[in-house]
């Protein structure tokens, strides 16, 4: 069976905390990458949702939110797919559930890599 990556985009504006809703398309986010200096928070988290309407946050099966710490370089990660399958919408956040944290200087873009199996 051969996959296929889409490249696709969000962006957490001045003020917000989470980025517009990503539509997952039954496909899977497999890599998310920042630009240089922009994102303002340290942690990068996510929220999940089935419906596109009600977001909750994303747990690992340890019961550990999906975390990626960020720095003020430009960052690429490779995400853990397995905590992602099967989520039709998600959300990037920065900062955690207990302590989000709104983008202070400029609209943050984000980019990110599907992919469908």
Not at 56 to 74: C, G, I, Q, R
Not at 87 to 102: D, E, H, I
Request: net charge neutral; glycine share 4%; charged share 10%.
């Amino acid at each position: 069976m051969t996959s296929k990556i889409i490249k696709t985009s969000a962006s957490i504006v001045i003020g917000a905390t989470t980025s517009n809703p990503i539509v997952l398309n039954e496909m899977t986010p497999v890599a998310l990458m920042t630009s240089a200096s922009v994102v303002t928070g340290t942690a990068i988290t996510f929220l999940v949702s089935t419906d596109g309407n009600t977001y909750v946050p994303l747990y690992d099966e340890t019961s550990t939110e999906v975390s990626l710490t960020n720095t003020t370089a430009a960052r690429a990660w490779s995400l853990p797919v397995k905590n992602f399958l099967g989520w039709t919408f998600m959300k990037v956040r920065l900062g955690t559930s207990a302590s989000a944290k709104a983008q202070a200087t400029y609209d943050a873009p984000i980019s990110l890599l599907l992919e469908q199996w």
